[in-house]
């Protein structure tokens, strides 16, 4: 059974850092494509940042340069880090990817960004 469990997410101050991870199994992590997705109160979900096998990394505009997506095959986790954080980074952030067609996600973290 494939499970996406997000761990990290919590209150924060405006220009503070969090780490969220997420603890990946029932499938070979290492094989597949990783991505972070939020949403915002209120709105759609938002791509944020997405990891390929091979290391290759991409953004979303609003967080580049504030993000940093990485993933760890040995531990089956994937990470985001994420620096200088704003009141719109508030969200419930989930990990995904897609297995032979279906998407997997996980229940998600919840980040609020506030003073």
């Known amino acids: 059974e494939v499970q996406l469990v997000e761990s990290g997410g919590g209150m924060v101050q405006p220009g503070g850092s969090?780490?969220?991870?997420c603890a990946?199994?029932?499938?070979?992590f290492s094989n597949y494509y990783m991505k972070w997705v939020r949403q915002a109160p209120g709105k759609?979900?938002?791509w944020v940042s997405t990891i390929h096998t091979g290391g290759f990394t991409?953004?979303?505009d609003s967080v580049k340069g504030r993000f940093t997506i990485s993933r760890d095959?040995?531990?089956?986790?994937?990470y985001l880090q994420m620096n200088s954080l704003k009141p719109e980074d508030t969200a419930l952030y989930w990990c995904a990817t897609n297995i032979r067609?279906?998407?997997?996600?996980g229940q998600g973290t919840q980040?609020?960004?506030?003073?």
């Open 73 to 78: 095959n040995a531990k089956n986790t994937l």
């Open 58 to 60: 991409a953004y979303s």
């Open 44 to 46: 759609g979900p938002e």
């Open 24 to 28: 990946a199994s029932g499938f070979t």
């Open 101 to 105: 067609g279906a998407e997997a996600r």
């Open 18 to 21: 969090l780490r969220l991870s």
């Open 111 to 115: 980040v609020t960004v506030s003073s």
